[in-house]
């Protein structure tokens, strides 16, 4: 597909959007509003089995995302969303690098609810800080495995108050491996699907 083709074009090279220039970030936003006009899942919600799995972020407007970058002796590694409709859950997990051995990672969890065709209410639940070292990180699904079966981790684990911590979340282009979506903030999300890393 030529619109996608063009996408991916405009987004190779920005390091998820964090060296994109305003000019990049305009023919970025139009190549996605052109891929959005020919969305081949027009009800995604109802389509489990392309949504659901390992989604890599490939470039976001989020600056809140990208910020991580930004900060003296970090740099933001691989970023992962796990959709697994089954439960309404979802998984961002961002892997961060900075001195050797202090490799850290930023975890949030939430839960969702449909609201239309292409929309969920998004509710944030927990929040985990730390070092993969210490974690045992590995990949998204090693650490969604022991989130599941209860494990705590140090230094900061912690409850994120949902009435304070919610928004929406709409998949406006769903293919076999491509996904795009908009949040309530106004942010662009491409993502990639990803394959299982045990």
């Given at each position: 597909?030529?619109?996608?083709?063009?996408?991916?074009?405009?987004?190779?090279?920005?390091?998820?959007?964090?060296?994109?220039?305003?000019?990049?970030?305009?023919?970025?936003?139009?190549?996605?509003?052109?891929?959005?006009?020919?969305?081949?899942?027009?009800?995604?919600?109802?389509?489990?089995?392309?949504?659901?799995?390992?989604?890599?972020?490939?470039?976001?407007?989020?600056?809140?995302l990208l910020?991580?970058?930004?900060?003296?002796?970090?740099?933001?590694?691989?970023?992962?969303?796990?959709?697994?409709?089954?439960?309404?859950?979802?998984?961002?997990?961002?892997?961060?690098?900075?001195?050797?051995?202090?490799?850290?990672?930023?975890?949030?969890?939430?839960?969702?609810?449909?609201?239309?065709?292409?929309?969920?209410?998004?509710?944030?639940?927990?929040?985990?800080?730390?070092?993969?070292?210490?974690?045992?990180?590995?990949?998204?699904?090693?650490?969604?495995?022991?989130?599941?079966?209860?494990?705590?981790?140090?230094?900061?684990?912690?409850?994120?108050?949902?009435?304070?911590?919610?928004?929406?979340?709409?998949?406006?282009?769903?293919?076999?491996?491509?996904?795009?979506?908009?949040?309530?903030e106004g942010?662009?999300?491409?993502?990639?699907?990803?394959?299982?890393?045990?």
């Amino acid at each position: 597909m030529i619109g996608k083709t063009r996408l991916l074009e405009a987004i190779a090279g920005k390091n998820r959007g964090i060296l994109a220039s305003k000019p990049d970030q305009q023919a970025i936003l139009a190549a996605v509003a052109q891929l959005e006009d020919h969305n081949p899942t027009p009800r995604p919600l109802e389509a489990p089995e392309k949504l659901d799995g390992n989604w890599q972020l490939l470039y976001t407007t989020s600056q809140e995302l990208l910020g991580i970058d930004r900060f003296a002796l970090l740099k933001l590694g691989q970023i992962y969303q796990v959709v697994r409709t089954q439960t309404q859950e979802i998984f961002n997990i961002a892997e961060v690098y900075g001195l050797p051995y202090l490799e850290g990672l930023v975890s949030v969890s939430a839960t969702f609810e449909p609201v239309s065709e292409k929309r969920v209410d998004v509710k944030f639940r927990r929040g985990i800080l730390g070092l993969q070292r210490l974690m045992g990180y590995h990949s998204p699904e090693a650490l969604i495995e022991k989130i599941d079966a209860g494990d705590r981790f140090l230094p900061l684990d912690f409850p994120i108050n949902s009435d304070n911590q919610q928004g929406w979340l709409e998949v406006t282009y769903l293919d076999d491996d491509l996904r795009v979506g908009r949040g309530n903030e106004g942010n662009v999300f491409v993502l990639r699907k990803a394959p299982r890393l045990q």
